[in-house]
């Protein structure tokens, strides 16, 4: 029988594997197809494997495959894999080096800008950032998270109108984004503007009520307003939705503590640090939680 025909025949049942999620099965026929001396020069075969290795965690394996490609051809896919490698593993230089090798080859490639975008932002470099992103919008201006993302290292950075004009985009792109509505609120409180602020993290509490951070900020805002027993039933709702969330306890036991209710603060403060022991020593130098110090 013919190779070519056995080849193809193997990678298309690992590339239905592939659809279903199914990435040993798929695998395990590409190794098949790979087999074959057509196998091993198909660059769209190497990608998949490359691909399906990564998902799979061998770094060393999925790696190999992008360099076979590289020995057949420059391919900007190939140095965009091994970025994205090199990121997984936090190495960040060596993922923008790659990253900037696959731009060489195609200066349209969208997904390098932003993930490279991202890459600075995790190194504290945000000016870069924000140039890969706006790079990035260029070219895919409809970009929800290109925009959201954008709109948070303006906020950042106190450059507070520039991110709320992106984050209006991104909310443009995608109206009821539980995160975008989330970071209106974040921003609109920067600036002062209270009420707008409210609107907008209760917006997201109803699109996405197990996201504990909206109900959290909300809270502390009421907090700053004077309003404890508002913040209160704002975080236990926060906590009924999002019962391991050890940071909510936290917050509500310090809400406690300035409402004199120092048994329900004790209660709390366990249940904060049997989810998250660390707060136990991050407590000691918390002001709010001096009178719970010697209970707990």
């Given at each position: 029988m013919n190779n070519n025909y056995m080849m193809k025949n193997y990678k298309n049942i690992a590339n239905n594997f592939k659809e279903n999620k199914q990435l040993i099965k798929a695998i395990q026929f590409y190794r098949k197809a790979y087999k074959y001396d057509e196998g091993k020069r198909d660059i769209e075969l190497l990608i998949d494997m490359a691909i399906i290795y990564d998902e799979l965690g061998s770094f060393k394996m999925s790696y190999e495959k992008y360099l076979e490609i590289l020995?057949?051809?420059?391919?900007?896919?190939?140095?965009?894999?091994?970025?994205?490698?090199?990121?997984?593993?936090?190495?960040?230089?060596?993922?923008?080096?790659?990253?900037?090798?696959?731009?060489?080859?195609?200066?349209?490639?969208?997904?390098?800008?932003?993930?490279?975008?991202?890459?600075?932002?995790?190194?504290?470099?945000?000016?870069?950032?924000?140039?890969?992103?706006?790079?990035?919008?260029?070219?895919?201006?409809?970009?929800?998270?290109?925009?959201?993302?954008?709109?948070?290292?303006?906020?950042?950075?106190?450059?507070n109108e520039l991110a709320l004009k992106e984050m209006k985009k991104a909310l443009e792109i995608k109206e009821n984004h539980y995160m975008a509505l989330f970071n209106m609120g974040v921003i609109l409180k920067k600036m002062g503007e209270y009420k707008e602020a409210i609107k907008y993290y209760k917006m997201s509490i109803n699109e996405n009520k197990y996201y504990g951070y909206s109900f959290l900020n909300l809270a502390v805002l009421y907090k700053e307003l004077d309003d404890l027993k508002k913040s209160i039933i704002i975080i236990s709702q926060g906590i009924e939705n999002n019962p391991k969330e050890g940071y909510l306890y936290y917050n509500r036991a310090c809400f406690y503590v300035h409402e004199n209710d120092i048994k329900s603060a004790v209660k709390d403060m366990r249940i904060a640090i049997k989810l998250y022991p660390d707060f136990k020593e991050y407590m000691k130098d918390d002001e709010e939680l001096k009178p719970l110090l010697h209970l707990i």
């Amino acid at each position: 029988m013919n190779n070519n025909y056995m080849m193809k025949n193997y990678k298309n049942i690992a590339n239905n594997f592939k659809e279903n999620k199914q990435l040993i099965k798929a695998i395990q026929f590409y190794r098949k197809a790979y087999k074959y001396d057509e196998g091993k020069r198909d660059i769209e075969l190497l990608i998949d494997m490359a691909i399906i290795y990564d998902e799979l965690g061998s770094f060393k394996m999925s790696y190999e495959k992008y360099l076979e490609i590289l020995k057949i051809k420059e391919d900007e896919r190939a140095y965009y894999g091994i970025a994205i490698l090199y990121d997984g593993l936090r190495e960040y230089q060596k993922a923008i080096e790659f990253y900037k090798k696959a731009i060489s080859l195609n200066p349209f490639y969208y997904e390098a800008y932003f993930f490279m975008a991202n890459t600075y932002d995790e190194l504290g470099k945000k000016e870069k950032s924000i140039k890969y992103y706006k790079k990035a919008l260029e070219i895919k201006p409809l970009d929800f998270w290109g925009h959201a993302n954008l709109g948070c290292i303006y906020e950042e950075l106190n450059k507070n109108e520039l991110a709320l004009k992106e984050m209006k985009k991104a909310l443009e792109i995608k109206e009821n984004h539980y995160m975008a509505l989330f970071n209106m609120g974040v921003i609109l409180k920067k600036m002062g503007e209270y009420k707008e602020a409210i609107k907008y993290y209760k917006m997201s509490i109803n699109e996405n009520k197990y996201y504990g951070y909206s109900f959290l900020n909300l809270a502390v805002l009421y907090k700053e307003l004077d309003d404890l027993k508002k913040s209160i039933i704002i975080i236990s709702q926060g906590i009924e939705n999002n019962p391991k969330e050890g940071y909510l306890y936290y917050n509500r036991a310090c809400f406690y503590v300035h409402e004199n209710d120092i048994k329900s603060a004790v209660k709390d403060m366990r249940i904060a640090i049997k989810l998250y022991p660390d707060f136990k020593e991050y407590m000691k130098d918390d002001e709010e939680l001096k009178p719970l110090l010697h209970l707990i």
